[in-house]
């Protein structure tokens, strides 16, 4: 039996890649998102494409709208999920959105939407999953970013991330005696190939793609190098593995370091 892996932001961006990895890699994948424009994201009619892509190859995907910041969406991904696959086994929190700006000019929606979809959305998902993990183990992850230790021009997304770090750790904590792995995953150096990055720039007026070495492989990471190492936790090869966070990319964690551009 192939396990269950549910995504958030599974229709565009990373989150796609990590979601259609998944499903070639031999996984059962709920993906879900919606199909209009967030500010900070380029994401529209994603999931109709979604759809038309999981056709083309015949893969194990099933991709919803779906709002992660709704508790009444959440519970019907949830519900999906049973319905088609009968378990659920890991969930992916890649749900983001990160519109830039200091407190002074983040208006109180935009803040409150922030830390809606980044932060209250990883608690509503792993709030409904965990109960049908319980009894047979499971892995949640978290994807992160280097701005949850404060970035400049990010106030609500770091604020956001930040929250997230410690939750990863809190789930982990009171989750431990269930078999149930919580680990976080960071995009890390510059440079991003994502949904995210390119609506920031776009917003920007700045070009696309970014100069950027943006990892050790000298090149912009990718939703490939997303898949491989959530795949990788949510895995057996990562059963002893929980409270940890993994850099993927060139040393984002902790906000440490400023990628070079190319001359």
């Known amino acids: 039996m192939s396990r269950v892996v549910i995504v958030s932001g599974g229709t565009f961006g990373l989150g796609r890649d990590v979601a259609i990895g998944l499903a070639r890699s031999g996984y059962s994948v709920v993906a879900f998102g919606l199909d209009t424009k967030h500010a900070g994201s380029s ?8 759809r038309k892509r999981v056709a083309s190859e015949s893969l194990p995907l099933l991709v919803l709208d779906a709002d992660v910041t709704l508790e009444s969406d959440v519970e019907r991904v949830i519900n999906a999920a049973l319905e088609a696959y009968g378990r659920i086994d890991a969930v992916v929190n890649n749900a983001a959105i990160g519109p830039l700006g200091t407190v002074l000019d983040t208006s109180p ?3 409150d939407k922030i830390i809606a979809v980044n932060l209250r959305g990883p608690y509503l998902l792993a ?3 965990i109960p049908h993990m319980e009894s047979q183990g499971g892995s949640i992850v978290n994807v992160g970013s280097g701005a949850g230790w404060g970035k400049p021009n990010m106030a609500a997304y770091a604020a956001s991330k930040g929250g997230l770090i410690a939750l990863n750790a809190a789930l982990a904590l009171d989750h ?6 919580v680990n976080m995953v960071i995009p890390g150096g510059g440079g991003i190939d994502a949904g995210m990055t390119r609506g920031r720039l776009e917003e920007a007026g700045a070009s696309y793609p ?3 070495i943006g990892s050790v492989a000298g090149r912009p990471i990718n939703g490939g190098d997303m898949m491989a190492t959530i795949r990788f936790l949510i895995s057996d090869d990562a059963q002893a593995i929980s409270g940890s966070i993994i850099d993927v990319g060139c040393f984002a964690h902790q906000g440490s ?4 551009e190319k001359k």
């Open 210 to 212: 970014p100069r950027f």
């Open 109 to 111: 929606e935009s803040w």
């Open 43 to 50: 994401a529209t009619n994603s999931v109709a494409e979604m």
């Open 176 to 181: 431990f005696a269930q078999r149930i792995r």
């Open 127 to 129: 709030r409904a999953a």
């Open 257 to 260: 370091s400023t990628p070079l």
